[in-house]
């Protein structure tokens, strides 16, 4: 029994079937099925492309695997000639930024916002940080791989004031609901007009942003909530997490049966295939 298999019979069994002439668990199986197939082909895919290579890598990699592993990455891409990487240098060069696009798409220089910035910062911001925010700005979405403290919340803090000064809503998904309930909390604090969905505990569901564990956010895909589409950013908080034999798929799920208008920053810590996961999901 593989983990969608294993998924789909826990819930099963915490939470029986309705009956069959209920068109409303029709349409959400039909959707459960669908996003299961498409996981399972997009995971046979990146292990071909990656030899079986997880995201997520313990602190003790040695440089020699890095170095490995980065060819791996410059061979794969020199044979899929279905998305393109661009490679940017920052001033200072301590921040690679790479962009996948397909080739039918023509590569074009991120440009400087004319608007003023959604969010200011009481202090300098990291080489990253302003690349993430420029790619914010130019409403593409963005994967942030950075070591723990690292500050990668500037740029989802950046991602939800933008959509508030747009009247969008936006959504903050963590792994577990003690890191929702936190962030709730911090959010909050800062912003103000911020719900929390966790399960558990529902505060203030109608907010311009939600604050809430992943397998709610994907509940909502399957059953076709209305709130997707007032939605203008997904904030994934531990991306890596997808790499979690038990609850990996949640993630993938999620990131397939999204709006495709909906702009999404996955958080990260360090993990040495970051081009993989830009290119396979860029594809979808």
């Known amino acids: 029994m593989d983990v969608f298999d294993e998924f789909l019979t ?13 068109a ?23 292990a071909n492309d990656t030899g079986g290579e997880n995201f997520e890598e313990d602190g ?8 490995r592993l980065e060819q791996e990455d410059e061979n794969a891409d020199a044979q899929m000639e279905n998305i393109v990487v661009h490679t940017i240098r920052t001033d200072n060069e301590n921040c690679t930024h790479e962009v996948a696009i397909p080739p039918t798409q023509e590569f074009t220089q991120l440009r400087k916002s004319e608007r003023e910035p959604a969010k200011f910062y009481p202090f300098q911001l990291d080489a990253f ?40 809503r936006v959504i903050y ?40 564990t992943t397998e709610i956010l994907r509940s909502m895909l399957y059953r076709g909530s209305e709130i997707i589409k007032e939605v203008g950013w997904v904030v994934y908080d531990e991306i890596h997490y997808m790499r979690d034999k038990e609850r990996g798929v949640v993630w993938e799920e999620t990131i ?3 709006n495709k208008k909906v702009k999404q920053a996955f ?17 979808n």
Do not use: W
């Open 10 to 22: 826990e819930n099963a069994q915490a939470e029986p079937e309705k009956p069959a002439d209920d």
């Open 24 to 46: 409303m668990a029709k349409l959400e199986e039909a959707k459960k099925i669908a996003a299961r197939q498409q996981t399972a082909n997009l995971l046979s895919q990146m």
């Open 60 to 67: 003790a990699e040695s440089a020699a695997k890095r170095q």
């Open 129 to 168: 940080q302003k690349q993430a925010i420029l790619c914010i700005d130019n409403n593409q979405s963005v994967l942030v791989s950075a070591h723990t403290s690292a500050g990668k919340t500037v740029v989802a803090t950046y991602a939800i004031a933008q959509c508030l000064r747009d009247k969008q």
């Open 173 to 212: 998904t963590s792994p577990i609901k003690a890191l929702s309930n936190q962030k709730y909390r911090e959010l909050e604090e800062e912003f103000k007009d911020v719900g929390l969905m966790t399960g558990d505990v529902t505060l203030n569901p109608d907010a311009s942003c939600l604050v809430m």
């Open 256 to 258: 397939i049966l999204m």
């Open 267 to 283: 958080l990260s810590a360090t993990i040495p295939n970051a081009r993989q996961f830009a290119r396979k999901f860029k594809k």
